[in-house]
C-alpha cells in the first residue's frame, strides 16, 4: 500500500507539473528558483550549524588544555628560582657568566630605550 501511494502520488505530481508548465511556463522556472534558492539557504545554514559545533568543541578543547595559575604553581615557581639561585651561586664559572649575561641584557635594554627617546626627539625637529 505505501509503495502504490508514492507511485501513485509521484505520477499525479509529474501530471501537475507538466500542465502547470505547458499552461504557464514562467511559473514553473519561477518555481524551479524558487526551489533552488531554498535548497542553497538549507545548505548554507547546514554548514553554518556544523561549523559552529567545531570551532566551540575546538575552543571548549582549547580551554581544557590551557594550564592554570594557581597558588600552588606560584609555589612551585618561587621554590624553583630558589633553586636556580643557589645553583648559580654554587659555581663560580657560572655565576661570572650569568652576571655577563644580565649585564649584556641591561646595556641591551638601555641602548633599545636610548635609541627609541632619540628617534622620536629627531622626527619633532624636523
Given at each position: ?15 501537475a ?24 539557504a ?10 559552529e ?22 609555589d ?15 659555581d ?23 635609541s ?11
Amino acid at each position: 500500500m505505501r509503495m502504490s501511494g508514492f507511485i501513485i502520488g509521484g505520477l499525479l505530481g509529474m501530471a501537475a507539473a507538466m500542465y502547470a508548465s505547458r499552461k504557464r511556463p514562467g511559473m514553473a522556472a519561477w518555481a524551479v528558483d524558487a526551489t533552488g534558492d531554498m535548497m542553497s539557504a538549507a545548505k548554507r545554514k547546514l554548514i553554518g550549524r556544523a561549523m559552529e559545533h567545531k570551532l566551540s568543541s575546538w575552543t571548549k578543547e582549547a580551554a581544557d588544555v590551557t594550564p592554570k595559575r594557581s597558588a600552588a604553581s606560584a609555589d612551585n615557581s618561587a621554590a624553583a628560582w630558589q633553586q636556580i639561585g643557589a645553583l648559580i651561586e654554587s659555581d663560580p664559572a657560572v655565576k661570572r657568566e650569568t652576571e655577563a649575561i644580565m649585564k649584556a641584557a641591561a646595556s641591551g635594554s638601555e641602548n633599545s630605550s636610548n635609541s627609541l627617546i632619540n628617534a622620536g626627539s629627531s622626527s619633532t625637529t624636523h
